[in-house]
């Protein structure tokens, strides 16, 4: 298998994070590769129209994208505990918990490219409507880290993955300040999943 990397992209964390935790990392290759949305990698553009990481190919040759389509993917490879449930309500908790962790992600990556923009086309109303996005789903994790759910659950779950991801990346580029801030279980969560051997091997870095 191959997958397009880079360093600082936090969705290649998760499907990189997933990878390790399922034991099937080795069995794939990392394609460095720098993209914008404004200059998208040529390589990358051949095998996914949407010229976004991460891009995953199967050993048969197929090109799978997203991070929710790429987790799925390997979640059928390995011979451990799945990280997906496979049916009923705890399949929904996980998949729900996923879609908080990635869309707080989304909005905050729009963020980030309205910063990279010349000052004069900077909308702050745009990026204060994506801005709201992200402290609800911190509000709403922050509930969830108070009791049983399946962001505390014991056994590790993609929802789980895709949060840790997402916050560190808030870590990483503070495009919503410290997201510690009003949110302490929140922050204590995330303390203790952040020392997990594959977020520690997969700390962004420019």
């Known amino acids: 298998m191959r997958v397009f990397w880079s360093s600082t992209s936090p969705f290649v ?19 460095p ?8 990698d040529p390589e990358l553009s051949a095998c996914n129209p949407l010229s976004k990481m991460p891009s995953l190919e199967t050993d048969d040759g197929e090109w799978l994208y997203d991070s929710r389509v790429a987790c799925e993917y390997l979640d059928t490879l390995h011979d451990r505990a799945p990280l997906i449930p496979r049916d009923g309500a705890p399949r929904f908790e996980v998949l729900r918990l996923q879609a908080v962790g990635d869309g707080a992600l989304d909005a905050g990556i729009l963020c980030r490219y309205e910063s990279l923009r010349p000052a004069a086309y900077q909308w702050s109303v745009w990026t204060d409507a994506q801005l709201g996005k992200v ?3 911190l509000d709403l994790l922050e509930r969830a880290a108070k009791g049983p759910s399946a962001l505390t659950a014991d056994a590790l779950n993609v ?9 560190g990346w808030l870590d990483f580029r503070m495009v919503a300040g410290d997201f510690r801030r009003g949110h302490p279980e929140v922050a204590a ?6 020392e997990r051997p594959s977020m520690r091997a997969t700390v962004p870095y420019e």
């Not at 990189?16 to 394609?31: D, K, N, S």
């Not at 969560?189 to 952040?194: A, D, G, I, P, Q």
């Open 33 to 40: 590769v720098k993209t914008m949305p404004t200059t998208p």
């Open 135 to 137: 402290h609800r789903c």
């Open 159 to 167: 929802g789980q993955i895709a949060v840790g991801c997402m916050l």
């Open 13 to 31: 964390r998760k499907v990189t994070v997933f990878a390790l935790e399922t034991g099937l990392e080795p069995r794939i290759e990392r394609i």
């Open 189 to 194: 969560w995330y303390e203790r999943f952040s």
